[in-house]
C-alpha cells in the first residue's frame, strides 16, 4: 500500500514534504490543504518558506476557535460538512439560517442539484409545493444582504489586483471585495462559499435552500446573490457528488439524489459531538507570510515563482483540534 | 419527474431558459453550458442578449470540427472523455501523448489521484517501478514546453485583464496568456486544462501522467509545467471522482483507482465510434457576441452586470454532431 505515486505526482499542490518527525498530527481542512506543526522547535530553525514551515512556525494566538453559534454541522451519509456563517456580511440570512437549523428545516432534504464547474445545492425538493417543509420561525423570504459599509471593517488586502473589484482581501477568515469609493465591501463567491439561492425576484431568498461553490469562482454572481458562509470542512463531500442529468444540474430523479439527514449548530450540541476547528487569522503574521509564500511558491516542483496570486487561490486554513490537543490526521 | 426544482434553483448559469420549441437538438458539452439553435428562425427575431441566443444564431462557419488526429477518446467505466490536444503550443508533448496511446500505453491504466479543488491525475501506479509499462515508440521524457513565439498566432485577447499574466485571450479555441514585452504566448491552467505531470526536475515529464484541472483554476502552474490540451467533453466523469485520501489526493488503496479501459485518438477509430465534435470558434463574431454577452449577464436572473469577465470564467462552447445533422442531448 502506497501512499505516493511513484511517478511525478506533479502538480504538487498541498505540501506534504514535512518528515512526520517534524509533525505534530493537525488536520488542516480547508482548500484541501494540509500542513503541520513543529512537535518540538528545532534548535536553528530555517526560515519559512513554505505554507507547511509557516504554519509549523505559526503561534497559538493567531488562530481563532470557530464560535459554535455560527457554525452549522450537516450531516450527509458520507460524512459531515461544517459551514461557518457571516453575520457580519449577511445578518438577517444568517439569523435565519439559524432559525430553520434550529427548527429541524434540513432534516431529511436533500442535495437537489450539482452542476459541475458551478455549485451543489441542497434544500426541499418540493418547496413551495404541497408536502413542503414548514419553516417554523424562520421567515419565508428575505431581502438580499449583497454589500455592506466597509467601515468598521478590519480588511486585510490583497496586493495584485482583482478582474472583478476595485480591491480584494480578507475579513475575519472570508474572501472578500471592497469598493473604497463606494464604502462597501461584499463577500466573493471563491471556492467553498455558501450563497442563498433565490428566484429572479431579489428578495426571494430565505436561506432553505442553499449552494456551495465547487468549480472555479463565478464571480460574476458576487453582489447578485447573498453569501451566508462558507465551507470549512467536509467541502469534497459535496464537491464530489454525481452531477445532476437535467438543465442546470438538477437531478432528474428523485433517487438520484444525496440526502441530508441533519443540520445542527454546534453550540446546540454536546460538545463531543462538536468537530472543534480553529481558523487561521487573516489578520495575523503567520497570514501575511503564507499569503507572500503562496505568491511566490518555493516548494522546490516550481520553476517560475507567480509573484502574484489570485483572491479564490489563497488557502484559509482550518484546523481541528480535540480537547485542547492537537488531534491525529484522518 | 422534473427537470427543475420547484424552488428557486439560484444561482443560474447555464442558459435553459429557450423553450423547447426553439430549440435545435443540440449537445454542448463545454464547462457545463447548455444552449440551443433556433430550429425556424421566428420572423422578427429579438436581439441576441443571452449565451444561449447568441449560440442560436450562430451560422455554421462559425464552427469548426476537431481535428481527430489531435482528438483523443478516453473511456472510463462511466463514460467518455474527449480531450483536444494542443500541438501549437506543446508539439513534442502532443507528439509524445499521440505515441502512447498508438501505443495502448494507457489501456488498463487507472486514476491514480484526486485532489480536491486541484486535479484529477491518470497514469501508471507502477510507472518507474517493476511491471511497469512500457512506452513503446514514445519518448520517455522531454525538455518541458512552457510557452512559445506569440508571433504568428492569432490571439483573440480579453479586456478586462487578469492577475497573473500582462495579457489573456483565447488561441483556436484554447485559454491562454501573452506577454507582448517577451514575445511570448502559453496556455492557462483553466477548468478542463489538461497538462503534463513531472517530478520536481522541468525535463520529468512525457504525457504518461496527465491530469485535468477540476477546481478554481491553479494558474500559479503556469509556465510551471506543459499543457498539452483541454477536456473538451466528459469532464464530470472525471471531476465528480471520489477524492484520494492519501496526501496531494493520491489514493491510499489500489482498488480506489478508476480504471482507464482505452485510450484512443479519434483519427484510428471507425467513424461510427468517433464522438464528433464541433467548437465554437474563437476568432468568431459569435464568440466576441458570446464574451460580451457574459461579461454583462442580461439572464433574468441577474442584478448587476459584472462588466468584466476572468479568462476562466469564459464558457468555451463544444457541441456534438453525428452525420452531419445536430444530436439529440444527452
Not at 505540501?15 to 506543526?37: D, E, F, K, M, V
Not at 459531515?80 to 438577517?92: T, Y
Request: net charge positive.
Amino acid at each position: 500500500m502506497t501512499t505516493t505515486a511513484p511517478r511525478p505526482p506533479a502538480p504538487h499542490r498541498a505540501t506534504s514534504h514535512l518528515s512526520a518527525a517534524h509533525l505534530a498530527a493537525l488536520l488542516l481542512l480547508a482548500q484541501g490543504c494540509a500542513a503541520g506543526r513543529a512537535a518540538s522547535p528545532p534548535t536553528a530553525p530555517p526560515a519559512p518558506r513554505t505554507m507547511d514551515q509557516i504554519l509549523a512556525a505559526s503561534p497559538a494566538t493567531d488562530w481563532r476557535p470557530l464560535d459554535p453559534e455560527r457554525t452549522v454541522q450537516l450531516e450527509l451519509p458520507s460524512g459531515r460538512v461544517v459551514i461557518e456563517l457571516a453575520p457580519a456580511f449577511a445578518p438577517e440570512h444568517a439569523a435565519n439560517v439559524r432559525a430553520l437549523v434550529r427548527a429541524g428545516y434540513f432534516d431529511g432534504l436533500a442535495v437537489v442539484r450539482v452542476q459541475d464547474g458551478f455549485v451543489t445545492q441542497w434544500g426541499d425538493p418540493v418547496a413551495g409545493q404541497p408536502g413542503a417543509r414548514p419553516f417554523g420561525t424562520a421567515r419565508q423570504a428575505l431581502a438580499p444582504e449583497l454589500a455592506r459599509p466597509a467601515a468598521g471593517l478590519a480588511f486585510t488586502p490583497l496586493p495584485d489586483g482583482d478582474v472583478y473589484a476595485p480591491e480584494v482581501g480578507f475579513v475575519d477568515g472570508f474572501a472578500a471585495a471592497r469598493d473604497g469609493a463606494a464604502g462597501l465591501a461584499w463577500l466573493a463567491h471563491c471556492y467553498g462559499a455558501v450563497g442563498v439561492g433565490r428566484d429572479d425576484a431579489p428578495g426571494s431568498g430565505s436561506g432553505a435552500e442553499l449552494y456551495a461553490v465547487i468549480g472555479h469562482a463565478p464571480r460574476q454572481l458576487d453582489r447578485n446573490v447573498t453569501v451566508v458562509g462558507r465551507v470549512v470542512a467536509g467541502l469534497a463531500l459535496l464537491s464530489a457528488l454525481p452531477r445532476g442529468a437535467a438543465p442546470g444540474g438538477f437531478y432528474d430523479r428523485p433517487e438520484a439524489r444525496t440526502p441530508l439527514r441533519t443540520a445542527r449548530l454546534a453550540a446546540d450540541l454536546p460538545h463531543a459531538d462538536r468537530t472543534r476547528l480553529e481558523a487561521l487569522r487573516t489578520d495575523s503574521a503567520t497570514f501575511t507570510a503564507l499569503v507572500e509564500a503562496r505568491r511566490n511558491r518555493r516548494d522546490a516542483w516550481y520553476l517560475r515563482p507567480a509573484g502574484k496570486i489570485d483572491l479564490c487561490n489563497v488557502p484559509l486554513p482550518v484546523r481541528e483540534v480535540k480537547g485542547g490537543e492537537a488531534a491525529t490526521p484522518r
